[in-house]
């Protein structure tokens, strides 16, 4: 009688294991919402950082040249310059699968490309 409890036990357990594992990673797993925004949050830092240093080259060639046309960065920088003219520029970086731009001068990260 006792082997006859056996099966249904082991599969009682499986299935009260496995719900417990997955409520589990709801809250505390790779695609939980606290990994998400720290995820979003990192992105943002990065983006901010990139865009800082880029612009404060950006800002020495406009007073070497007068003009942000034919600027370049490092890609080193994070970030590339898309366009450049007399008076104005955008820059874009990518940060994994994100992507945001900055139009300068003075700009903010957005995102998408330019």
């Not at 695609?31 to 901010?48: D, F, H, I, K, L």
């Amino acid at each position: 009688m006792s082997r006859s409890f056996g099966l249904p036990m082991l599969l009682i357990s499986l299935a009260v294991g496995g719900f417990l594992f997955v409520s589990q990673s709801k809250t505390s797993g790779p695609t939980s919402a606290a990994v998400t925004q720290a995820e979003t949050q990192a992105v943002a830092a990065a983006s901010s950082t990139s865009f800082q240093a880029a612009e404060t080259k950006m800002l020495a060639w406009f007073a070497d040249h007068a003009t942000y046309a034919g600027a370049t960065l490092d890609p080193a920088d994070g970030a590339t310059v898309v366009r450049a003219d007399a008076h104005s520029y955008c820059l874009q970086a990518t940060f994994g699968t994100t992507v945001e731009h900055d139009n300068g001068p003075g700009g903010q990260a957005q995102p998408g490309p330019c």
